[in-house]
């Protein structure tokens, strides 16, 4: 049975951890012997009983010690690496890094070297890269394109970020494919349960839903307050709620009064893990983000029949289709945002033909069901043998 190991640097539970702990807990996957490490005190998505069932053994590295260590070693000209010291204990038999962005291909280059070295294959799941990402120097580069090129799969889960990768190494590397950051088949029924019965509303109050972590530089939350804080929507009825939680809480509560917006309009809310519940209870998602991976969120919305207006960055555009899933604004620019605010205002009457639409893309595209049969056969390929 091969060993696989999954090494995640995120401290607290994310979406960026969605791919590998959804196929890690797929019956499928009971074949493959599998391992997460994380650094010391980290958190994950994966409750005990899920990893108790699914037979994941969870493994930390690093720590105050070992950071001293490597910080000591580091200045004798030693190389000591913790990570690498956890892989070397467990001897998989492959390796993903999962990388909640292209910047932290630094974090794993001792651990990729180490992988090289002791001929270990292993992959980089990149669940996000920057529109225009560069790397800081031509160094920088130069060690993370070594590690990109090492691995046996560099996985991107949209095609913006497949191409920013692309032009942050200044080549089409043939080792970079698509992933898919999909749902269950146990959601997609529970969705389409949530779809068939509340559908999107066109008349009485309008009930927007920003389901994004209230993080404005990447999720845009402010541009979507801002074109709320119009004159023309003050005429309009409305309520807005913005679910996810996060660092700048307070920031999103005071933006929405610098804005002009209604305090009563608007619900600030923590992340919940009723996501069924909290879509039922909306009509249309907005998400005006800067920047993105390919969001989970907007495809577990669209799973319940929901249209969305977002904006072009990541997989957002592969999900909101202009006049079919929804409406797309043409750029990040403010002005543009609130444009496609409007124009979902004033196509209210098709918010029910555009939630179908959104469901059946949302169905046909990103259940995980062939998505793992094919990620599996890839372990299984790529896995060191003996």
């Known amino acids: 049975?091969?060993?696989?190991?999954?090494?995640?640097?995120?401290?607290?539970?994310?979406?960026?951890?969605?791919?590998?702990?959804?196929?890690?807990?797929?019956?499928?996957?009971?074949?493959?012997?599998?391992?997460?490490?994380?650094?010391?005190?980290?958190?994950?998505?994966?409750?005990?009983?899920?990893?108790?069932?699914?037979?994941?053994?969870?493994?930390?590295?690093?720590?105050?010690?070992?950071?001293?260590?490597?910080?000591?070693?580091?200045r004798l000209g030693m190389k000591r690496d913790p990570l690498s010291r956890s892989l070397g204990s467990l001897d998989p038999d492959l390796v993903w890094f999962n990388l909640?962005?292209?910047?932290?291909?630094?974090?794993?280059?001792?651990?990729?070297?180490?992988?090289?070295?002791?001929?270990?294959?292993?992959?980089?799941?990149?669940?996000?890269?920057?529109?225009?990402f560069f790397f800081m120097s031509d160094a920088h580069e130069l060690a993370?394109?070594?590690?990109?090129?090492?691995?046996?799969?560099?996985?991107?889960?949209?095609?913006?970020?497949?191409?920013?990768?692309?032009?942050a190494f200044a080549e089409r590397m043939?080792?970079?494919?698509?992933?898919?950051?999909?749902?269950?088949?146990?959601?997609?029924?529970?969705?389409?349960?949530?779809?068939?019965?509340?559908?999107?509303?066109?008349?009485?109050?309008?009930?927007?839903?920003?389901p994004a972590r209230f993080d404005p530089a990447y999720k845009g939350q402010h541009l979507l307050l801002r074109a709320l804080g119009g004159a023309e929507w003050r005429e309009r009825d409305w309520h807005l709620s913005l679910v996810g939680g996060g660092s700048h809480a307070d920031l999103v509560r005071r933006l929405v009064s610098y804005y002009g917006v209604p305090i009563e309009r608007v619900t600030v809310a923590s992340h919940t893990s009723d996501m069924l519940g909290a879509f039922s209870a909306a009509d249309v998602i907005v998400m005006p983000s800067l920047s993105e991976g390919s969001p989970f969120a907007l495809v577990e919305g669209m799973?319940?029949?929901?249209?969305?207006m977002g904006t072009p960055v990541g997989g957002i555009d592969?999900?909101?289709?202009?006049?079919?899933?929804?409406?797309?604004?043409?750029?990040?620019?403010?002005?543009?945002?609130?444009?496609?605010?409007?124009r979902c205002w004033r196509d209210r009457a098709r918010?029910?033909?555009?939630?179908?639409?959104?469901?059946?893309?949302?169905?046909?595209?990103?259940?995980?069901?062939?998505?793992?049969?094919?990620l599996l056969e890839h372990v299984l390929s790529d896995a060191r043998k003996g």
């Open 318 to 342: 592969e999900l909101v289709r202009d006049g079919e899933t929804g409406w797309l604004a043409h750029s990040t620019e403010p002005e543009d945002v609130a444009e496609a605010l409007d």
């Open 351 to 374: 918010w029910p033909q555009a939630g179908r639409a959104a469901r059946d893309l949302a169905a046909r595209a990103y259940d995980l069901e062939p998505a793992h049969r094919l």
């Open 1 to 74: 049975m091969p060993r696989l190991a999954v090494v995640d640097f995120i401290p607290i539970p994310a979406g960026s951890q969605n791919l590998w702990a959804h196929a890690l807990i797929d019956p499928r996957f009971s074949v493959v012997e599998k391992h997460v490490l994380v650094p010391v005190g980290a958190v994950t998505r994966l409750s005990v009983d899920e990893r108790r069932t699914a037979g994941i053994q969870l493994h930390e590295f690093g720590g105050r010690s070992a950071r001293a260590t490597q910080l000591v070693a580091q």
């Open 144 to 167: 993370a394109r070594e590690v990109a090129k090492g691995a046996v799969r560099v996985l991107t889960v949209s095609g913006r970020n497949r191409a920013a990768l692309g032009a």
């Open 174 to 210: 043939n080792n970079v494919e698509a992933a898919v950051n999909g749902v269950s088949k146990v959601f997609l029924d529970a969705a389409s349960k949530v779809a068939a019965d509340r559908p999107p509303c066109t008349a009485g109050t309008a009930r927007f839903i920003s």
């Open 100 to 132: 909640a962005g292209i910047g932290e291909i630094g974090w794993v280059d001792a651990a990729a070297a180490w992988c090289r070295s002791h001929r270990v294959p292993y992959w980089l799941i990149v669940q996000h890269v920057h529109e225009d």
């Open 303 to 308: 799973a319940c029949g929901r249209p969305a």
